[in-house]
Each structure stands twice: as structure tokens, then as C-alpha cells.
T-cell receptor
Framework: DAKTTQPPSMDCAEGRAANLPCNHS???????VYWYRQIHSQGPQYIIH???NNETNEMASLIITEDRKSSTLILPHATLRDTAVYYC???????????FGTGTRLQVFP | DAGITQSPRHKVTETGTPVTLRCHQT?????MYWYRQDPGHGLRLIHY???????DKGEVSDGYSVSRSKTEDFLLTLESATSSQTSVYFC???????????FGQGTRLTVV
């Protein structure tokens, strides 16, 4: 299974864009990139996912490099409520397992 | 919010006693997962189910068993609880392998 590498922590000023990187250099052609976040001690929440094209929804944008070896989750205007742990997950198509890493702890400050 | 409920939400139990945690869903999703979360370890997959009576091991399955006798319920059992199983347990569901997961609110288990 492809593995992901994320920085353990990042800071971002409120109102600014938060750019969270993820390295998945061993990704293969049929593996999706998923992003989740976990606020405090709540259950993780799905944010966005993609295969090779950039994706955008009401929460965030996902930019995947052309070689697919890395991606960036963008929160365009971070708020204090975006303070959370963000998980980047590479999930092969048609696999039953959903494996998490340790994620990036994003702290948004006023 | 997806209809997924974990019970109990909090439990304190003694070492050596059996404990069963329940995950109940109203979404009719095929896949269900149990995770534990400890400081510094993120979420670790314990067991998962890909259908009624179909289950498999995850990353940290030792000391745990699961059962899924109907679509809506996935039970996690600690046959003989140990202090190392003190953790927060999360249940998750997905409709297919290529769709997003929805998580329950978690169960905080303390083994004393």
C-alpha cells in the first residue's frame, strides 16, 4: 500500500490560506488521495478526494502534482474553527481497508 | 450527519472483564470499521467488515474480536480487557470502497 508523509504541525493566520502538503511518492495509478480532518476529540470528517485532477468543493481545494507524487490541501480562508488534525490518505481502488497516518496538526491563530 | 451511533460513549471497566462496544448505522452501508486512537498514534485500524458475517483484521487486531450479524450493527469485543486497551474507539462506515467514510462520535474506554 502507498504511504503518505505529512509535516507533524503547521500554523496559519486567520483569514489566510492554509496549504497543507502531503507526499505520496509511491502512489500507483489506481490510488486515490483522500483528505480528512479531526477537530479536537470528534470523529474524523471527510474533506475531499481526487485521483489526478485538481478538485474543489465548498470546504477546500485539492491540488495533485502531475506526477501524482504529492498533493496540497488548500483551505482558502482559514478560520479558528479550522484548527484540527488533517489526514492525507492514499487509498487503492477496490481495497477494503482504510488506513490513517498521524496527520498534520494545523493551528489557526487570530 | 450520517446515521452512525456508538454505544456506550464512555465506559470504565476492570482488567480481565469482557467489554463489547456497539456501532449502529442507519445508512445501509456495506463497509464498517473499528479504530482505536491513542496519543501520538493517530487512528489505527482494528478490524473491519465488508458485509454481513464478513470481517477481517486490521493493523492492531490482537485482543479484539468483532461480529456483524446484520448490516446495521458491528460489535467490537474485548474478551479480557487490559490496561493497554484504554483508548478512544471510533467506528466508521463507507458505502463502497471508493466513497468517503463517515465516523461515529467515539467511545472512551478506560481499563483500570
Amino acid at each position: 500500500d502507498a504511504k503518505t508523509t505529512q509535516p507533524p504541525s503547521m500554523d496559519c493566520a486567520e483569514g489566510r490560506a492554509a496549504n497543507l502538503p502531503c507526499n505520496h511518492s509511491t502512489i500507483s495509478g489506481n490510488e486515490y488521495v483522500y483528505w480528512y480532518r479531526q477537530i479536537h476529540s470528534q470523529g474524523p470528517q471527510y474533506i475531499i478526494h481526487g485521483l489526478k485532477n485538481n478538485e474543489t468543493n465548498e470546504m477546500a481545494s485539492l491540488i495533485i502534482t502531475e506526477d501524482r507524487k504529492s498533493s496540497t490541501l488548500i483551505l482558502p480562508h482559514a478560520t479558528l474553527r479550522d484548527t484540527a488534525v488533517y489526514y492525507c490518505i492514499v487509498r487503492p481502488r477496490n481495497t477494503d481497508k482504510l488506513i490513517f497516518g498521524t496527520g498534520t496538526r494545523l493551528q489557526v491563530f487570530p | 450527519d450520517a446515521g452512525i451511533t456508538q454505544s456506550p460513549r464512555h465506559k470504565v471497566t476492570e482488567t480481565g472483564t469482557p467489554v463489547t462496544l456497539r456501532c449502529h448505522q442507519t445508512e445501509n452501508h456495506r463497509y464498517m470499521y473499528w479504530y482505536r486512537q491513542d496519543p501520538g498514534h493517530g487512528l489505527r485500524l482494528i478490524h473491519y467488515s465488508y458485509g454481513v458475517k464478513d470481517t477481517d483484521k486490521g493493523e492492531v487486531s490482537d485482543g479484539y474480536s468483532v461480529s456483524r450479524s446484520k448490516t446495521e450493527d458491528f460489535l467490537l469485543t474485548l474478551e479480557s480487557a487490559t490496561s493497554s486497551q484504554t483508548s478512544v474507539y471510533f467506528c466508521a462506515i463507507t458505502e463502497t470502497v471508493n466513497t468517503e467514510a463517515f465516523f461515529g462520535q467515539g467511545t472512551r474506554l478506560t481499563v483500570v
